[in-house]
């Protein structure tokens, strides 16, 4: 093996190691059963798989695809401009506003879910100053519902849209839009037939990266959304640590990691047809 080769080998092993082999486990894990006091039993049955599929957990399952469907929607709508907008700055602003963009990753998720908490709750900062300020007789109920689920899970994930697609945007060449404005092209023709198509990279990869992580999500939806906001992602965690029926959860897990890895083959698809028919208008452009 050459050099570059054997440069990838720690990568791999670790990979190995922590992913796959853990993600195998839990394959085979969600064909065992259990007995009456959680232990597992070493026998081969596709009874999780059945349970899986009744209709209380195929409600939850659809509750949790319109909740990552929504959040990434929400995501990309925010932080494609916003990104737009960070290009068009003098590189000493862009740095500031990638420096606030990480700002909120140096804190730890729990932490700022928390944080939220003491902003939203009845007698918290934004329903004590509405009182004060007369606009409301009464707290708000803030907290505790899908409303609120969905302001956390856009606030923790939002950076994940904005840095891709960012990184995409910096990368296209402006001779483009310079060659687009010679033809005659308006500048928002120039963004839709040149700056739009070749920004889809980075748009996917940020809508991948929200939706695999919203789709899984437990932490905000179990503190502000409370026991209202049961989603795929509670389940399993309540599957793993109270209930104690590890092959359940497994198989959950399972149907989770086919759900992720259909939606990524969904959008690839998707951005590859979008891509070629950008590179068929930048070719007509030409």
Not at 27 to 55: C, H, K, Q, W
Not at 142 to 150: C, E, G
Not at 190 to 195: D, G, P, R
Not at 257 to 267: F, K, N, Q, T
Request: aromatic share 14%; with cysteine.
């Amino acid at each position: 093996m050459n050099r570059g080769t054997w440069l990838t080998v720690p990568a791999v092993a670790w990979l190995g190691l922590f992913f796959a082999v853990p993600v195998l486990g839990i394959g085979a894990l969600s064909f065992m059963s259990r007995d009456s006091y959680g232990r597992i039993v070493y026998s081969f049955t596709a009874e999780n798989y059945l349970r899986a599929l009744d209709p209380i957990y195929v409600h939850i399952v659809g509750e949790t695809l319109l909740l990552a469907l929504v959040t990434t929607a929400l995501c990309a709508l925010l932080g494609y401009p916003f990104a737009y907008a960070m290009t068009r700055f003098e590189r000493k602003w862009q740095g500031v506003l990638l420096l606030l963009i990480l700002v909120p990753f140096w804190i730890n998720m729990l932490v700022r879910s928390f944080a939220w908490v003491i902003l939203l709750r009845s007698q918290g900062v934004v329903n004590t100053v509405l009182e004060r300020w007369g606009w409301i007789g009464e707290p708000l109920q803030l907290l505790y519902n899908k409303q609120a689920v969905f302001l956390g899970m856009v606030y923790t994930l939002l950076p994940f849209v904005i840095l891709p697609v960012y990184v995409t945007l910096e990368k296209i060449d402006k001779s483009w839009l310079e060659a687009a404005s010679d033809l005659g092209a308006a500048p928002r023709r120039a963004f839709w037939a040149v700056v739009w198509p070749m920004s889809l990279p980075g748009v996917f990869t940020g809508c991948m990266l929200v939706f695999v992580s919203s789709i899984g999500m437990f932490v905000i939806p179990d503190i502000m959304g409370g026991a209202k906001s049961q989603l795929l992602g509670n389940v399993i965690q309540n599957q793993f640590l109270s209930a104690r029926d590890w092959p359940f959860g497994s198989a959950l897990s399972v149907y989770l990691i086919i759900l992720s890895l259909a939606a990524i083959g969904v959008m690839q698809s998707w951005v590859s047809r979008l891509t070629g028919t950008g590179g068929a208008k930048r070719g007509g452009m030409r």
